[in-house]
């Protein structure tokens, strides 16, 4: 007998994929910045003063990656949802939904 997960346990690991990825991340941006993957980019997250974001907004920055950018990691949904993003990444010249609503402002490490 194959186990079924119900919605009561997807929810469950649902929340704690959030606090395990979600705090740490959270948690480095708020301290330094960016994360090191972000770091080996050479990107910088920043609010509208161009100070470090605080944690709640970098959680909320984070929450909203995933649910906008990944869709929480459903298989088709955060293939449709990531190339969403990617055109409106695009179209607003380097702006991401999330970044705007949270007002942060991303440094690249690139020369445009």
Same mark, same amino acid.
């Given at each position: 007998?194959? $186990?079924?997960? !119900?919605?009561? =346990?997807?929810?469950?690991?649902?929340?704690?994929?959030?606090? =395990?990825?979600?705090? @740490?991340?959270?948690?480095?941006? *708020? /301290? $330094?910045? =960016?994360?090191?993957?972000?770091?080996?980019?050479?990107?910088?997250?920043? %609010? *509208? #003063?161009?100070? #470090?974001?605080? $944690? +709640?907004?970098?959680?909320?920055?984070?929450?909203?990656?995933?649910?906008?950018?990944?869709?929480?990691?459903? @298989?088709?949904? =955060?293939?449709?949802?990531?190339? /969403?993003? /990617? #055109?409106?990444?695009?179209?607003?010249?380097?702006?991401? *939904?999330? %970044?705007? %609503? !949270? *007002?942060?402002?991303?440094?690249?490490? /690139?020369? +445009?």
């Amino acid at each position: 007998m194959a $186990f079924k997960p !119900g919605p009561i =346990s997807i929810l469950t690991n649902l929340a704690i994929l959030a606090v =395990s990825v979600g705090v @740490p991340e959270a948690i480095l941006l *708020s /301290y $330094f910045g =960016s994360t090191p993957g972000k770091w080996l980019l050479g990107i910088i997250i920043r %609010d *509208s #003063k161009g100070q #470090k974001i605080i $944690f +709640t907004e970098a959680l909320a920055r984070t929450l909203l990656v995933w649910w906008r950018g990944l869709a929480i990691g459903i @298989p088709v949904i =955060s293939l449709i949802t990531l190339v /969403y993003a /990617y #055109k409106r990444f695009i179209e607003k010249k380097g702006m991401t *939904s999330w %970044d705007r %609503d !949270g *007002s942060c402002i991303v440094s690249y490490g /690139y020369k +445009t």
